[in-house]
């Protein structure tokens, strides 16, 4: 079964005063997060009762990499950052169109110049080990991301923050060096999740102590980690209609696929479009798509021959067939992009063509440039993330005409982000979806962050990023989001082909649940139906 989310339109520059919000979304606190409703077999329960209707209360999710680390502030891969966002609360909730609303702040407001904002927090909030939440817990936490020693790499998207201080005990102060509108945005991350004063990143690994939801029970070597209920659970309108949550590990999409059909798992986060035929005529498994900001890219290394020249950089372009990628790869669905990491979800994306394939033009670049036998090399990759094995494999045929021959290397996902991702010259890599235009640009183009695989250094355009994070007025903020799109597609470090949507596979029992355009798993009002097991077989039998 297949069903489709109603999309995020994209924002007109009238839409954009709304994201801006005026006084109220963004420079303001708002009313609070939304909650999914509880299912019509519940209307009437308790959803505090911690004894209420848990039926058969278990929810099993699918991933494909067991977490490196718990650590909010170290965490990478997108799996590092499902288990930050169940663990801990953030200070902001991001709702699925990318809308800031209350959640440990229960308001917050920029001052007049902009150089200063003040975060109220909830009262009555407690951690996993009881202990009261204060401003202290939320000082800390960001000053520990600011810390060079702690070596997150959220570190540099915060570059604009000098301190955080705790005003009093439920007030927070971000006090910044250049103005940021981005900033409520930029709190809303599982990245940003508040830990707990004086806490180590040794400890929030193996005894992660966060506000959320859920609390880890049980870790089971690079298997499994199980969550439990916080019975305790400050937000009330958080509805938990389950108890337990367990994230299962997978090598890859097969096992998670084929799991899923043995009534193994319940969800599976991520799955390929190439894979939803596997589902077709299933009656027990529904999948949901969402448009979303996510891409898979090969990025080039720009500090290196021959990926320094820009006109080996274009003719690389140009050998990339974007219509095949989405016919081939995501079965028509998603957007084609222009090798900038803007896509239509964000208020700001500005609608520029994507290069065609060309691969004699590339052929003449690569003459140009002093090439006469064309090039050869390898393209790291792995099965990391869905699809980046498929589309190394599918750019190798796509570069050949254009007398590019690639070697497409798969190495093991516990050592590519370590190992290889901003260090090979050539390397595929996924980029998951931010709320914020800003962190997506710093993340991957600012000269001085650590996640900038490509190693593209260009100072006017840090320039730019630096000037439309602190430009409050809408339009002229689209306008100098317009030039710094522009400016990225014509001078290519990184080659985005498309922006893919979320595919989230649900197992029927399943219910409730809506996917993100970020990806992030979001279980308030979610319920799992107690079944049993002939009923399972005999749906399967017959499907």
Partial sequence: ???????????????????????????????GRSNNSAPADLAGSDPTDPDAALGASVVRVAFLNYPRTLDPARAQSMEEMQCAYTLYDALIYVTPDLTPQPLLAASWQAAADRLSWTFELQRNVRFHNNAVLTAADVAYTFNRILDPALGSSTRLIFDFVERVEAVDEYTVRFVLSSPNVDLPLLVGTPLTGIVPNGTSSATLSAQPTGTAGWRVAEMIGSESIRFVRNLD???????????TLEYRYFPSIVAQVEAMLANEIDLIPDVPATSLET?????????????????????????LPPF???????AMRLCMDRAAIQRQMLAGRGVLASDQP??????????????????????????????????QFSLITSP??????????????MALPAGIKLDPISVPPDVYLTDYAGRAPLHTIEWGMRPSVDETLVNSYYSQAPTNYSHYVNPDLDRMIE???????????????????ELIMQDVAMIIPCFMPVLTAIHSTVTGFSSHPTGWLDYSGVHRIATNESADSSRQAGS
């Fill in 279 to 303: 589902f077709d005529n299933n009656r027990d498994i529904t999948v949901q798509e969402v448009p979303s900001g996510r891409y898979l890219a090969i990025a080039m290394r720009t500090d």
């Fill in 308 to 314: 320094d020249d820009p006109r080996v950089r274009e």
């Fill in 342 to 375: 803007i896509s239509p979800v964000h208020p700001f994306q500005a609608e520029l063509p994507p290069r065609p394939y060309d691969p004699e033009q590339a052929r003449q670049l690569l003459l140009q440039a002093g090439y006469n036998n064309g090039l």
């Fill in 1 to 31: 079964m297949y069903k489709q989310l109603s999309k995020i339109e994209h924002l007109s520059r009238r839409d954009l005063l709304k994201y801006m919000g005026g006084a109220s979304l963004l420079l303001a606190g708002g009313c």
């Fill in 384 to 397: 990391t993330a869905p699809g980046m094995v498929e589309m190394a494999q599918m750019f190798q045929t």
């Fill in 467 to 485: 000037a439309a994070r602190s430009e409050s007025d809408p339009t002229s903020r689209a306008e100098l989001y317009r030039a710094i799109q």
């Fill in 233 to 243: 659970y400050w937000d009330t309108k958080y509805v938990m209609q389950f108890e």
